[in-house]
Each structure stands twice: as structure tokens, then as C-alpha cells.
């Protein structure tokens, strides 16, 4: 197509090639590994610093338990891209109502765009803390250069920066063996529930699942398995492949399981971190990611704030972009756009537009007088009113095969994304019902 880069791309390595050598696990790592790095963004730090803080050990299960769930629902998005060569919100207008998807895609940039502004401003006030300096300066800068790499720099290699971005990630996990951890208390936390029903652990549960389950990862990951079919010479729709289905299915479960599993894991080492520190120390009340940061520096030592504070840079500028083209690729498949980071700018004004737009909106946030606390909390509020009905949809339309052809969603799948779904609904429920205690 004349409108499209596109690039020979890589020969994915078979599975006797990954065992002989296991460094070629990189060449399949992809969308689902950017995914869920992106995952742990400076909002969702400050979640897992909240959850550790406040109730130590007590609720890393959640990881454990949500990381089948979030394989299942972002293999299902990532298998309806790799399908159709679409989106989730491409998809979902050519076979539901044109005003429900417009709502919920609303609803979706609101949420992502309030995200973004957070994470900016978080990344701004962590390295005023390391350097010194003007933080609304530094939040200009991480604006302007994500928002440059995201229009114009080329998809093939902006994708490689991403994926090298993720070891920023490798900070949360060097800080946790700096500290002292009682590994047997971890283990027997992390394995054995302590489940109480009161206000604040159900709603730190809450955040922690609407954190981890969030609907702008639904539509980057199928956009980016869309985006494949654009950029690669070699890669097609598989509705219209049907040969490279086996292929393209045994990768997209390993990158996009291996990348939930990074994603919580990290989470986890966030969570013990902040236990072993702060809780340990009385400090139980963490708002932001970069209060996280600056409490442990008194408690854990220089190394382990300046560490800790860093990583928010990183992962940061990892979350942003995704967060930004999140909402663009929804809005635009939504309006029947030219959509794709693979494509030219010329080729997709509009698309590209909406990027700029939203990086633009969140740097200003950063500058009127709105409590990002309070920011974040609704954006938590809309992203579980969206979450429900995207994964229904979702779960509907891999199940079709007026969509999926012969490559609809398995029993064992189906299943999985079903408990997902109706876990969201229950944390949705969840989080009106502890209505008076947030916010």
C-alpha cells in the first residue's frame, strides 16, 4: 500500500532455536512486552507504593491472581488485531453500534489523557528531586521529545526504544535485593490471601486491578499486532494468511504472557519494597510515586531514592507514548481514519494530530489548578466504566466468526477472559460501593 512503511522485518525464531538460545526471546518480545511495561507507569507506581505502605505484604496475591487474567484479555486483543488487521476500536464499529463505541472512546481519551498528564508531572517532580531544578521545565521536555519520537520518528526503530525502555523497569527489581526482605513472609503473603472486607483494602484492591486490567492496553496491544501487518512485508492480516496462524499465535501468547509476567512481577517488587521500607517505618500514607520516592530516601538510603526515582523517568516515557497513541488509534478507527504509527505523517494527518494534541493537554494539566490526586482518581472512575463493556465486546467478537474467521478463541481462553470480565465488573461494583472512602 502506498501509504504504508514497510520493511522486510524478522524471521521469528522457532522454539528449538528460543531453547538453544534463549537470547533470541528478543526477537519475539514485542507489542505484548511494551504492553505490559507501559503497564507500570508513575500512576500505577504510586498504587503499588500505596498498597505496600499501607498494608505491608498483605495484598501482592492480587499480582498473582490478576496475571492469568490479564494474559487471557490482552492475548484476546492482541489475537483480534493480528486477525482482522484492525483495531479493538476498529473492530468494534463495524459490528456494534456507531454511539456506543463513541462513548466509550470519549470516555477513553478523558481517562488516558488524565493519565498522561499524571505520569508527566510525576516523571518532572521525580527528577527534580535527583537534579534540582524547574520542574515544569522538565515536564515541557518529556512532553515535546516523547511527543517528537512518537510522530516522527520511524515505527521500526521507535519500537526498538521502546523495548530497551522497558529495563528501566529492572530498577523496581535491583532496589528490592538492596533492602532487607523477609523472603519467607513475602513468599507465604504473596501465595496465602489475608483478605479483609473493610472500606480502604477493598478499594486499594480496586485500584490495584483497575491498574494492572485497563482498557488503553486493550487497544494499543491489537493496534501494534495491527500495526505489524502494516509495517512487515512478510506479515499479513491472517484472515487473509491463514498459513502463518500457528506462527503468529505461538509468539503473540509468548510475548504478551512473558510481558504480563514482567509487568506484575515488577509490581510485586514495588509493593515488598515499599513494605519493607516505609511500612516497616510507620510511613503508611503514599499519595504520588515521587512522595513514595522522596519517603524512602531517609529510610533506605541515597542509593536506593535516587534508584527508585529514576525509574519513574523511565517508565514514564515508556507509558506516555502508549498512552497518547492509545487514544489516538481508538479515536481515529473509530471516526474511519488512516490510523498506525506505521504510517507517514502525511499519510495519517489527523491520527497524528490527536498525539500531538493529547501530549499537549497533558503537559497543561500540569499548569491549572486541578488536585492531580483527585485527577487520578477519576481517571481510575472512568477507566472502570470503560473496562466492562470493551471486555464483553471483546470477548463477543473473538468468539464470532463473522470476525475471527476459523481462528475464534479457544474454551480454555474464552473461560479465562469470561472470569477476567466479570472480575472488572465485580471491581467496578467494587470501587462505587467504597464510593465514600476514595477521592
Request: glycine share 10%; charged share 10%; proline share 5%.
Amino acid at each position: 500500500m502506498a501509504d504504508e512503511i514497510r520493511s522486510p522485518g524478522p524471521k521469528w525464531p522457532s522454539f528449538g532455536e528460543v531453547l538453544a538460545a534463549p537470547g533470541k526471546f528478543l526477537q519475539i518480545l514485542g507489542p505484548g512486552l511494551i504492553t505490559g511495561a507501559s503497564d507500570d507507569d508513575p500512576s500505577g507506581i504510586a498504587t503499588y507504593s500505596q498498597a505496600g505502605a499501607q498494608f505491608g505484604y498483605g495484598l501482592g496475591w492480587t499480582l498473582l491472581f490478576s496475571w492469568p487474567l490479564m494474559c487471557a484479555i490482552q492475548e484476546i486483543s492482541a489475537r483480534i488485531g493480528r486477525v482482522t488487521g484492525r483495531g479493538v476500536a476498529g473492530v468494534i464499529r463495524r459490528h456494534f453500534p456507531a454511539p456506543v463505541l463513541y462513548v466509550l472512546v470519549l470516555l477513553l481519551i478523558v481517562a488516558n489523557v488524565i493519565n498522561l498528564g499524571a505520569d508527566l508531572g510525576a516523571m518532572g517532580a521525580a527528577l527534580q528531586l535527583v537534579v534540582g531544578g524547574q520542574v515544569w521545565i522538565y515536564i515541557g521536555a518529556f512532553g515535546l521529545v516523547s511527543m517528537l519520537l512518537e510522530v516522527f520518528a520511524r515505527y521500526s526503530q521507535y519500537v526498538i526504544w521502546l523495548k530497551w525502555l522497558t529495563l528501566s523497569l529492572f530498577a523496581y527489581v535491583g532496589v528490592a535485593f538492596v533492602v532487607q526482605l523477609p523472603w519467607a513472609s513475602v513468599g507465604y503473603h504473596l501465595i496465602v490471601p489475608n483478605i479483609s472486607f473493610k472500606a480502604d483494602y477493598l478499594t486499594t484492591v480496586v485500584a490495584i486491578l483497575g491498574t494492572t486490567i485497563s482498557p488503553y492496553l486493550f487497544f494499543w496491544q491489537a493496534e501494534e499486532e495491527a500495526d505489524e501487518t502494516h509495517e512487515r512485508t512478510d506479515a499479513k492480516p491472517l484472515e487473509r494468511d491463514h498459513a502463518s496462524a500457528k506462527k503468529e499465535f505461538k509468539r503473540i501468547r509468548i510475548d504478551t504472557y512473558l510481558g504480563m509476567f514482567f509487568s506484575n512481577a515488577v509490581a510485586i517488587f514495588i509493593v515488598i519494597t515499599t513494605a519493607a521500607t516505609l511500612n516497616a517505618h510507620g510511613v503508611t500514607d503514599v499519595q504520588t510515586s515521587s512522595q513514595a520516592a522522596l519517603a524512602l530516601k531517609p529510610i533506605a538510603g541515597p542509593f536506593v531514592f535516587v534508584v527508585f526515582a529514576l525509574g519513574i523517568v523511565g517508565t514514564g516515557l515508556l507509558a506516555v507514548p502508549v498512552l497518547a497513541g492509545s487514544a489516538a488509534y481508538a479515536v481515529g478507527e473509530a471516526a474511519g481514519w488512516h490510523v498506525g504509527l506505521a504510517r507517514k505523517v502525511g499519510r495519517a494527518p489527523r491520527f497524528y494530530a490527536l498525539i500531538a494534541a493529547a501530549f499537549g493537554v497533558g503537559v497543561l494539566l500540569n499548569f491549572v489548578h486541578i488536585d492531580p490526586i483527585k485527577a487520578l482518581f477519576w481517571s481510575a472512575v472512568i477507566n472502570g466504566v470503560v473496562a466492562v463493556p470493551v471486555m464483553v465486546m471483546m470477548m463477543i467478537l473473538a468468539s464470532r466468526k463473522s470476525v475471527m474467521g476459523p481462528f475464534t478463541i479457544g474454551p480454555g481462553l474464552k473461560i479465562v477472559g469470561w472470569i477476567a470480565t466479570l472480575v472488572m465488573l465485580a471491581a467496578a461494583i467494587g470501587m462505587f460501593a467504597t464510593w465514600g472512602q476514595q477521592g
